[in-house]
């Protein structure tokens, strides 16, 4: 027993789960592992090594980027956040792909020094997202103007949508696609097309075909989680299949002390759980500064041995307590399921998301990188 907290990784399960998308999706292109933000918390350096079927990596920024090339990763990283204009020459000498949105971008690589090695660019188009991108009405002047520049490529091009996951109507999506579309008519007719045209995350992955193009990004769905029940929903009435995604991470800790605890008793910070029988109380080493949110007590539960066990009182910074007055048989240093499977009960993501008022993302990303990350044969 090497740490209290722990986190365990299926290790045939990102193969799985992308392996499903592509069943369901019929798509038989590229296909983008989004290993950003520490691999949506389920930790970079164990995650990469087993998408093995995975062509490119995506990354948000430029150290998570050189952080895989430092660990020997040799595909294609596309990263899709803003490379500080100090630091272009790191992302060219590191053979990194990046997306550019600002004319100041390619004013900063005109005055690099000249080198050996390619920039290869994708111009992100805004089609109604607002967070970055190229307003579309610019994108052929600017891909003229990469054009025009030595030792830079044109690699691909892309957007993001705003409004495919939390709604059955994509009504959105489908203007935000068209909008698309007509930027690459327009760089067909002057010769300006790039390579790689990519549209589609887990969710349009798995519901609208016209957006895969020649890439498709997987996100959330190659960790094995849906993107929103809206996106379940909507797979489960199309004609299309439905992947069978399997959850990669598990959340564990064990019982670092039980004591007995008489009634009329008030558990925590604040009070603000007081038992109403003489019960057994089992406190656990994890809190909010492990990721474990402070709003699950007195609303969330664990699993010990397959059974439920509430979480009682104020989460801490580094513990919580439990109640076991009810469960068969408990002992110091029980194995402890904050987030999958035990028996035949389940706490997935999506079930803590709403306990805390969040979604399965916020939930995983928030798990603290500072615990280990064991990859494990799955069940």
């Not at 948000?60 to 895989?68: K, V």
């Not at 089609?127 to 044109?154: C, F, N, S």
């Not at 002057?190 to 045209?197: E, T």
């Not at 895969?212 to 299309?240: C, D, N, V």
């Amino acid at each position: 027993m090497s740490s209290l907290v722990w986190v365990e990784l299926d290790e045939d399960g990102p193969d799985h789960n992308l392996d499903q998308i592509r069943k369901s999706s019929g798509f038989r292109g590229i296909h983008c592992a989004v290993v950003k933000s520490n691999a949506y918390g389920h930790g970079v350096k164990e995650m990469v090594p087993l998408l093995s079927s995975a062509q490119w990596l995506a990354v948000n920024s430029l150290d998570e980027g050189l952080e895989l090339r430092l660990n020997g990763e040799s595909r294609p990283v596309l990263v899709l956040g803003h490379v500080p204009l100090n630091r272009l020459a790191e992302a060219r000498d590191g053979e990194l792909r990046f997306i550019v949105c600002n004319s100041e971008t390619l004013d900063a690589i005109r005055e690099l020094s000249p080198s050996d090695k390619t920039i290869n660019l994708h111009i992100k188009v805004e089609t109604g997202t607002w967070r970055q991108g190229v307003l579309p009405e610019d994108v052929p002047a600017m891909a003229e103007e990469i054009a025009g520049i030595q030792g830079v490529v044109l690699d691909g091009i892309y957007t993001h949508f705003a409004n495919i996951e939390d709604t059955l109507n994509h009504q959105y999506a489908e203007m935000q696609l068209s909008r698309f579309q007509d930027v690459l008519q327009i760089l067909k007719q002057r010769g300006l097309m790039p390579p790689v045209v990519h549209t589609a995350c887990t969710a349009a992955a798995v519901l609208f075909p016209a957006t895969h193009f020649s890439m498709i990004r997987t996100g959330i769905g190659l960790y094995g989680l849906w993107p929103s029940r809206e996106t379940k929903l909507s797979a489960e009435s199309s004609e299309s299949g439905v992947p069978d995604l399997r959850p990669v991470l598990s959340w564990k800790t064990r019982i670092v002390q039980i004591k007995q605890v008489p009634a009329g008793s008030d558990i925590g910070y604040g009070g603000t759980y007081r038992t109403t029988r003489a019960s057994r109380i089992a406190v656990l080493p994890v809190g909010y500064a492990d990721g474990y949110r402070r709003s699950i007590g007195n609303t969330g539960w664990v699993l010990v041995s397959g059974q439920r066990a509430p979480v009682v009182g104020r989460v801490c910074m580094n513990l919580c307590m439990v109640d076991v007055t009810d469960l068969s048989s408990v002992r110091l240093e029980d194995e402890v399921v904050l987030l999958g499977r035990s028996g035949g009960e389940e706490i997935s993501a999506e079930l803590m998301g709403q306990w805390t008022g969040t979604i399965n993302y916020e939930v995983v990303t928030g798990i603290s990188p500072l615990l280990p990350r064991i990859v494990k044969k799955g069940e």
